[in-house]
């Protein structure tokens, strides 16, 4: 079965507004709930914003990870099936 990008869905979301690290929990169609980290959002000289890939994490990125993942643990676990 093709990917159908109208069944891939993004259920929630956090971004780092100092490096424009966006942390995602991603949904398709009726699966499994996963973390995708990436894209960056960046802001380019015309005013728009553009996407890149996240690449490799500075410590920046990091220290922010750090603060915000028990919140992202606590919904993925919520959005998890139960075993």
Do not use: H
Not at 1 to 18: H, L, R, S
Not at 35 to 63: C, H, M, N, W, Y
Not at 64 to 76: C, G, Q, S
């Amino acid at each position: 079965m093709p990917f159908e990008p109208d069944k891939d869905k993004i259920v929630k979301f956090w971004k780092c507004d100092g490096t424009g690290l966006l942390i995602s929990i991603n949904q398709y169609n009726d699966g499994e709930a996963k973390l995708q980290i990436g894209p960056r959002v960046f802001v380019k000289k015309d005013g728009s914003e553009s996407q890149r890939k996240a690449g490799r994490l500075t410590i920046e990125d990091v220290l922010w990870l750090y603060d915000v993942i028990d919140e992202i643990k606590e919904d993925l676990a919520k959005m998890a099936a139960p075993e």
